[in-house]
Every structure is written in C-alpha cells, then in structure tokens.
C-alpha cells in the first residue's frame, strides 16, 4: 500500500516536471519569436528606401489595384458638384430662374449634406463589417454597390432619382477609402508604409483632376453625354477593383486576429520574394497583436491620461482639412466660379489648375513622410 502510495506521488512529481519544461520550451519558443519580431522591425526600418521600392513585386501590385480603387473616391466627390454645373445637366434637371436654369439650393444643399452622411455611413459599415468578415469581401461589396450605384445615377431620370444614386455611390466610396488604406497599412514593410499609405491620397487627388480635364472637354458638348460621360468613366474604376479583388488574399492582420496562422503566412509568402522577410513580417505582425491584448480594450481610456493627448492629436489633424473649407472648394469650385461670372468652360479650367497644386501636395508629402518624418 505504501508503494503504490509513493508511486503516485512519484508520477506526480514527474508530470508536474514535465509541465514546467513544456512551459519553460513554449516560453523559450516565444521568447525567440519576439526576438525575431523585433529584430524584422529594426531591419526594415534599415533598409533602403528604393531597395524596399523594387523588392517584392506582387506585394506593390495588390497594393496597385487599391490604389486604383482609390481614384474613384476623389473622382465621384469631384463628379458630385461637377455636373450641376453643367448646362445640359442644368437644363434637365433643373429650374429656371432668373432667366436661367440652375439645380435648386435644396437639392444642391441634399447633395452636399447626404453625401456627407453618406460618407459617415460607409466609413462606420465598412469598418464594422470589415472586423467581422475580414477586408476582402468589404472591398468587393463596395465595388459591386458602387457599379450599381453608378448605374442609378447614369440612368437617372429625375434629380431625385440621381440623388439616390450618389447616395449609395458615396457610402460605396468611403467604404474603399477605409480598407484599403488598412489592407495597404497591413502588407507594406515599415520603412516604405507611410509612402503606400500616402499614395491613397494622391490616388484621391488624381480622381478629380481627370474628372476637371473630362469636364473642360464635355461642358460644351450639347446631348445628355456631357454629363453622363463623367458618371459612366467610374465603371472602369469600380469594375476593374471588383474583378481584382475576386483574386486578392486577405489580410494577414485579419487571418492572425482571427487564428489562422497557416493561413496568414501562406498569404505573406505570396506578397513577399523571400521567405525570411514573410516570415519576419508575420512575426511582426503577431508582435504587434500580442502588444495590442496587453492594452486596455476600454473606449474611454482614450479619453484618460495620455491617450487623451493622442485621441485629441488624431481628431485635429483629420479636421484640418475639412475645417480649412478645402472640401467645399474640393467639390464645388467650377460652381463656384460660374456664381462669380466666370464661363463654365474657364471655371473647369481653374479646377483643373486647383487639382494640379493638389496632387503636387499630396506627392510631395509622399516622400517627406518617410525619408524626414511625418
């Protein structure tokens, strides 16, 4: 009885040594995934910038086609106060007044405050659903409401009936805006991330500069295409981004959230040439999840101590550019200019100036924001 006695205590004794070694492997085995996290972060941040540039090609061609997706977001802002300055579009969809034909204030005022709620709406959604089911099906639903949405507005027969196709085309819009900005965050190395980032606005500002260039070439025309050509020309953009993004892998980010190792490093093998860099690259991504669980989940704790600094710091600088009242030039300069007695075909001329200076900021913080800082 004794012996048995002293033979449980003994197997007791070795199971809980063989916990504490197991526990002390998966510590060590950590312990190097960390180190190795760390140290794929700090070689990054080394590199060269141009050799970062030509480096994994696959990884800059995802990164291509959002960009591209992006265009349509500064295209249909430009697009929404464009049209109402057509005469063609006037006349239609107008009424007239003082010896002209003009679109009504309310329905002016509509597309600027809708489009504005509608932005909001696709922002929230797009994030919302994104968290749920992952970056790639929000990027191919949005570009299947935008091409839908397109549609509507092109087939429009009344200004309602245009209304509530931009409507759905600026909740689309913004939806692209968000994830991708996040896809492009999620796949780019560090010491070229803040450029990739950066070019989302460039994208954005090249939108509205072939849309000033497509409407200084239409406003004269006299048939419904005056307007409609600047609708139809999204098509290509949408189109193009939904049938790309049919063949596009998921976020890595997304797939480590969620559990799916293998799933996650299958996917960094494909964007990037080396496989040391994949493989670094997903411990520095885990690295950073790992960091995020130690935080606080508490959404008032960005309202507390320190985070109230950086909450207030990320709220200003997204106001600076709406409160500088760049958005109402933005989307109704041409209009703006016709008010002053300027003919439509200068004012489109002006615009196309105003996007020009635009794209010029935008690229030239590109480069400032990674080789001086942001």
């Known amino acids: 009885m004794e012996d048995t006695t002293m033979e449980d205590t003994t197997m007791e004794i070795k199971t809980e040594e063989l916990r504490v070694v197991a526990d002390d492997r998966s510590s060590i085995v950590q312990s190097k995934g960390e180190i190795h996290g760390r140290a794929i972060q700090q070689q990054e941040h080394n590199r060269g910038y141009l050799e970062s540039f030509g480096k994994d090609p696959k990884l800059l061609f995802w990164v291509a086609l959002l960009l591209w997706a992006q265009v349509v977001q500064g295209f249909e802002s430009q697009a929404s106060g464009t049209v109402i300055g057509i005469g063609v579009f006037k006349r239609r969809f107008g009424v007239y007044l003082d010896g002209e034909y003009d679109v009504a204030t309310k329905w002016q005022s509509a597309m600027s405050g809708g489009g504005t709620a509608a932005i909001m709406v696709g922002a929230w959604l797009g994030s919302y659903i994104a968290d749920m089911v992952g970056n790639k099906p929000v990027i191919m639903a949005a570009a299947a409401l935008g091409m839908a949405s397109i549609g509507i507005e092109f087939a429009a027969t009344s200004i309602g009936m245009y ?21 492009i965050a999620d796949i780019s190395p560090l010491t070229i991330r803040a450029s990739l980032v950066g070019l989302n606005n460039v994208a954005q500002c090249v939108g509205p500069l072939i849309c000033a260039v497509m409407a200084y070439y239409t406003t004269n025309w006299t048939d419904d295409w005056s307007w409609k050509s600047l609708i139809c020309t999204q098509w290509g953009f949408a189109g193009i981004t939904l049938i790309g993004s049919i063949f596009m892998p998921e976020s890595p980010v997304y797939l480590l959230e969620k ?17 040391s860099d994949a493989e670094g690259h997903f411990e520095s991504i885990k690295l950073t999840l790992q960091e995020a669980e130690t935080q606080s989940s508490n959404l008032m704790d960005c309202f507390r101590g320190t985070n109230l600094r950086r909450t207030l710091i990320a709220i200003l600088v997204f106001q600076a550019q709406p ?22 075909r200068q004012s489109f001329l002006l615009s196309i100036g105003g996007q020009i200076l635009s794209i010029s900021g935008a690229f030239i913080a590109v480069l400032v924001s990674d080789l001086y800082g942001r």
């Open 259 to 275: 559990g799916k190792e293998t799933a996650a490093r299958k996917v960094l093998s494909s964007l990037y040439s080396k496989p």
């Open 323 to 344: 409160m500088s009242g760049l958005g109402f030039v933005y989307n109704y300069g041409a209009l703006m200019y016709q008010y002053l007695g300027i003919s439509d």
């Open 163 to 183: 209304f509530g196709g931009k409507f759905l085309n600026f909740v689309a819009v913004r939806a692209f805006m968000n994830n991708c900005t996040t896809y």
